[in-house]
C-alpha cells in the first residue's frame, strides 16, 4: 500500500481479555518499529523489527506484550490480560534504513486501544 | 542511555510571529536527531533531520533547525508562524551506534493566534 496500515484503528475491551494489534508496513520497508503514546506523551518505544527477528524488545513492558513478523513484513503485537493501564495510541512505522544511515520512519495513524 | 527533554509542553504564538520550540537531548554517542509533527487525527510525519554535515537544517513548511553539539540541543524555528503550524511537535533523538532505537519527548503543543 501507499502508506503503513493499522487495523483495526479502534479497539475497545475488557480487562483481562487478549488482543492483537496489526501492522502492514509498506512494502520493501524491512525495519518495522512499534510505539505507544499515552495521552500527553510523546511516542514511547516498545520493540522494532529487522527483517523477522527482534532487534530490540527493550521496550516491551513486560511478558504480556509481544510482537511477531513471521515473514519480515506484517507485524502483530500480542497483549494477554489486558490492564486499564494498556489503554494507549499503539504506533507502528516502517523504514528501509540500512546501519549508519538515518532514513524517515512512516507512521500508520495508529490504534486506540481502550481497556474497560 | 538516550533522552529527550522538551521545554514548554505548551507554546502559544501569534499568526507571522517567529516560532521557538526547544529540545535538548542527552546521548553517549553522536546521535541523529529529528522533529516530527502531529496534526489533529493525523499520523506523525517527519519535518527535519540531522544525520552528519550542516548543523542547520531545513525541512517542510519554512521549518529549520539547529544542531549544537556544545549545548546539546536542537530547537526548532520557524521565521512567521501560519495557522496551519498549529500541532504538536515531538523532537526525536537516535543512537547512530547501534540499534535504530528512535526515543521522543513528550512534545510541545503549539498554538498560533489570530
Known amino acids: 500500500g501507499a502508506g503503513v496500515s493499522q487495523t483495526p484503528s479502534n479497539k475497545v475491551t475488557e480487562k483481562g481479555k487478549y488482543v492483537e494489534l496489526r501492522c502492514d508496513p509498506i512494502?520493501?520497508?524491512?525495519?518495522l518499529y512499534w510505539y505507544r503514546q499515552s495521552l500527553g506523551q510523546g511516542p514511547e518505544f516498545l520493540i522494532y523489527f529487522q527483517g523477522t527477528g527482534a532487534a530490540d524488545d527493550s521496550g516491551l513492558p513486560n511478558d504480556r506484550f509481544f510482537a511477531v513478523r513471521p515473514e519480515g513484513s506484517v507485524s502483530t503485537l500480542k497483549i494477554q490480560r489486558t490492564e486499564r493501564g494498556d489503554s494507549a495510541v499503539y504506533l507502528c512505522a516502517s523504514s528501509n534504513h540500512h546501519r549508519d544511515s538515518a532514513t524517515e520512519a512512516f507512521f500508520g495513524q495508529g490504534t486506540r486501544l481502550t481497556v474497560v | 542511555a538516550q533522552s529527550v527533554t522538551q521545554l514548554g509542553s505548551h507554546v502559544s504564538v501569534s499568526e507571522g510571529a517567529l516560532v521557538l520550540l526547544r529540545c535538548n537531548y542527552s546521548?553517549?554517542?553522536?546521535?541523529?536527531l529529528f522533529w516530527y509533527v502531529q496534526y489533529p487525527n493525523q499520523g506523525l510525519q517527519l519535518l527535519l533531520k540531522?544525520?552528519?554535515?550542516?548543523?542547520l537544517v531545513k525541512g517542510i513548511n519554512g521549518f529549520e533547525a539547529e544542531f549544537k553539539k556544545s549545548e546539546t540541543s536542537f530547537h526548532l524555528t520557524k521565521p512567521s508562524a501560519h495557522m496551519s503550524d498549529a500541532a504538536e511537535y515531538f523532537c526525536?533523538?537516535?543512537?547512530?551506534?547501534?540499534?535504530?532505537?528512535?526515543?521522543f519527548g513528550a512534545g510541545t503543543r503549539l498554538f498560533v493566534k489570530a
Open positions: 546521548s553517549s554517542v553522536p546521535p541523529y
Open positions: 512494502s520493501g520497508h524491512t525495519a
Open positions: 540531522y544525520t552528519t554535515g550542516a548543523t
Open positions: 526525536a533523538v537516535s543512537d547512530r551506534s547501534g540499534g535504530f532505537k528512535t526515543i
